[in-house]
């Protein structure tokens, strides 16, 4: 609810929990891309990409290259 320290926290805590299930992976990029925090946010991104791209959607594949492509925009 607006707290996005506490969502880094909390999605980085399930990551570690469980690192190869996609949601909390996907929503910690994007939390962190949202945080501005564009080098992190690349770092989850792309660990989700070697783990799930061969098994998402071409439309998703498409979003997923497009954050990748925004976080590494200087």
Not at 6 to 28: H, M
Not at 59 to 70: A, H, T, V
Request: aromatic fraction near 14%.
């Amino acid at each position: 609810m607006g707290d996005i320290d506490a969502a880094v926290f909390c999605w980085k805590k399930a990551v570690e929990l469980k690192p190869d299930f996609s949601y909390p992976l996907y929503n910690l990029g994007l939390t962190l891309l949202s945080k501005g925090d564009k080098s992190q946010a690349l770092e989850y991104f792309e660990d989700y990409k070697k783990i799930f791209y061969s098994r998402l959607p071409v439309k998703e594949r498409d979003s997923l290259d497009e954050l990748i492509e925004q976080c590494q925009r200087k």
